[in-house]
């Protein structure tokens, strides 16, 4: 009872990193879209898109490792990694977000 108490609330634990994960994904490609019209947003994204991308992947894996029987350190320190990514990325992806928001507030 005990182990199924367990993998529930690890399956719980990967819906979320992977929900997280597409909500990042979505976050990212709005920027995108955006950045037709800011300049600014524009020299952001590429001067970290391209890194966001990849970690946005490297999540997308992790959370596939996740998916898969692991020993239970390996998936502690896996959950653990993916949640670290998660907030950095949160945090870059609002940064940007906040100076476009900014750009297009001085505009209007």
Request: hydrophobic share 45%.
């Amino acid at each position: 009872m005990l182990e199924e108490l367990t993998k529930n609330a690890d399956n719980t634990e990967i819906e979320n990193i992977s929900a997280a994960t597409d909500l990042l994904r979505r976050m990212l490609l709005e920027l995108q879209g955006l950045e037709v019209d800011n300049a600014r947003l524009h020299l952001a994204m590429s001067n970290t898109g391209h890194a966001i991308r990849q970690r946005l992947d490297m999540l997308s894996g992790i959370t596939e490792l996740l998916k898969l029987a692991q020993a239970p350190l390996r998936a502690r320190a896996l959950s653990q990694r993916a949640k670290a990514l998660i907030h950095q990325l949160a945090g870059e992806l609002e940064q940007i977000s906040l100076e476009a928001e900014h750009d297009f507030d001085w505009i209007a």
